[in-house]
RNA sequence: GCUCCGUUCGUCUAGUGGUUAGGACGCUGGCCUCUCACGCCGGUAACAGGGGUUCGAAUCCCCUACGGAGCGCCA
């Protein structure tokens, strides 16, 4: 169904950088970017920044560069509220001159004090209205511009995905528009700047429905048509508690860090709380052309490490290897490894991609094709580098130092021919040549693995293992 | 405490009055196999509880329980 055919859909993604942006704040900017690129019409970003004392230059750096990381480009902005002050100075004066705002001197103590009584007497603690009738100014005390909230009546919220949400006005108290210091409150700004911006779908997350009722009694003090609203869910941790630090509650960065690949989050995402029948794979492309807000969940829901494991590995294995390539090599500068000299890192990323669940993982994976190993797994060389070993070992040496055409299909043939020649299963000398060229039990196919490393490393590793296994003496 | 919201396998979800309640992740049995994986075949497991409405409820209504959010000169 489409909402209002006539108006062009601009939503926004308003984040507030007192904390880095995480998983739940993505997936809210995801919705409102796809609600948005659905429709053809505008994504705006704003930066919510009127609480100086927490925001952080460190936190709006996350945010720029998680949404660049995602893809998740705003056709407008950043805008920074810091910046609007004027205006918000400007329709304040209009909302006191048109009586809809009012001076209030209460003090901090005075309005804790009220609220203790009013908790005591299991009330709802709210502000009671005690300025709003006040004609002469507190002297010495600066106040702060209250609203007058209507106190009959009901404010109706339609809202796009919790559906018909009735408020009464009189749970609603006269909430603070301009700080003492004049500084605006979040439910001021967001309404001048929802007004200003043309913002017509507001998607947020569902701990600011409460506020919504308020937020539209604003809009109609100022005359102005309210957008639509679209309160999503929450993500939840995996353990169902609030999200922690222990698991999404971290810097969206930190997924690229950890080998994420933008298209795998993106797809885990926009799987909580929304879906298209039974299909769990979906594109950016995809996602726009078959999202809608209106079809989002209303319950939250719990982030699930694992599925976003399962949906790395899989756009792993599919993307193309010169993008797989950029990342292994990305992670493996991270780790320190010099990658210029050694395999292509394309055909090594080839290589690895149906084995790793993440791009570090890879590139941990991938740094025997790059840098000597200092010793053996323990356990792999007790296996596969004993005395048994020395034999086939010798013979792959022998046989591979005679090879011409290094590649894996003759690489193949000649440990095939080792094994037949002694009458040992495969595995009995693919493994010793493992170990001997990785240092570790695992690796990909042998053939493939000694093709990448080359013919001058793996002749040099194999002689050292000689030697190992040759020493290893009797010991089984 | 008050107001608002939510509740299908462990998790993400399909489902809009009639289904053996489907899929996916995970876990698990097997196949494949030079290791690890990939892949393929199979298994496990859910409608929070109680009342209605109806010939018939996961689906509609009410209550209860549990969970969440808000009640700031935070956003």
Not at 28 to 43: D, I, M, N
Not at 320 to 329: I, N, S, T
Not at 334 to 344: K, T
Not at 356 to 375: L, S
């Amino acid at each position: 169904m489409s909402d209002t055919p006539t108006r062009t859909v601009r939503t926004r993604f308003a984040p507030s950088p007192t904390g880095y942006l995480h998983i739940g704040g993505v997936r809210t900017a995801l919705f409102s970017w796809l609600q948005a690129r659905r429709h053809g019409g505008e994504f705006v970003l704003r930066i919510e920044d009127t609480d100086r004392a927490r925001s952080t230059e460190e936190a709006i750096q996350v945010i720029l560069d998680g949404m660049e990381w995602l893809g998740l480009r705003a056709d407008e902005g950043p805008l920074y509220q810091t910046d609007r002050f004027d205006r918000y100075n400007e329709i304040a004066a209009q909302l006191l001159a048109s009586g809809h705002a009012y001076h209030c001197y209460c003090t901090k103590e005075e309005l804790d004090e009220m609220r203790a009584a009013q908790m005591a007497r299991g009330e709802k603690p709210r502000y009671d209205g005690r300025c709003r009738d006040r004609k002469e100014p507190k002297p010495g005390v600066p106040p702060v511009l209250r609203f007058r909230n209507p106190d009959q009546g009901q404010v109706v919220v339609d809202d796009k995905v919790r559906g018909r949400v009735v408020f009464d006005n009189k749970e609603l108290d006269d909430l603070v528009l301009l700080r003492s210091d004049g500084v605006p409150t979040y439910n001021y700004s967001v309404v001048v700047d929802d007004m200003d911006m043309g913002i017509t779908h507001v998607v947020r997350g569902d701990d600011h429905l409460n506020n919504t009722p308020r937020q539209i009694n604003v809009y109609h003090a100022l005359g102005a048509e309210p957008p639509v609203f679209a309160h999503v869910p929450m993500i939840l941790g995996p353990d169902g508690a609030k999200l922690s630090k222990r698991h999404g509650a971290v810097s969206v960065l930190q997924y690229r860090q950890e080998g994420y690949l933008p298209e795998a989050l993106l797809n885990y995402l926009v799987r909580l709380g929304w879906s298209h029948g039974d299909q769990e794979i979906f594109s950016v492309d995809e996602m726009i052309e078959l999202f809608d807000i209106g079809d989002v969940n209303k319950s939250a829901s719990s982030f699930n490490p694992e599925k976003l494991l399962w949906l790395n590995q899989h756009y792993i294995k599919e993307a193309p290897p010169a993008r797989l390539a950029a990342e292994l090599q990305w992670q493996l500068e991270r780790l320190g490894v010099e990658c210029s000299r050694g395999p292509a890192l394309e055909a090594v990323a080839e290589a690895f991609r149906e084995r790793a669940k993440t791009m570090h993982e890879m590139a941990q994976a991938a740094i025997f094709f790059y840098q000597d190993f200092e010793t053996y797994h323990e356990k792999a060389a007790r296996q596969h580098l004993g005395a048994a070993a020395a034999e086939p070992l010798k013979q792959l040496m022998a046989g591979l130092e005679a090879l011409e055409d290094w590649q894996a299909g003759p690489i193949h043939d000649i440990v095939q021919g080792v094994a037949e020649g002694l009458g040992l299963k495969m595995g009995k000398v693919a493994q010793p040549l493992r170990v001997a060229v990785s240092g570790g039990p695992v690796s990909p196919p042998i053939d493939v693995t000694v093709a990448l490393l080359g013919k001058d490393k793996t002749l040099a590793r194999l002689r050292h293992a000689v030697v190992v296994a040759a020493s290893a003496g009797d010991c089984p």
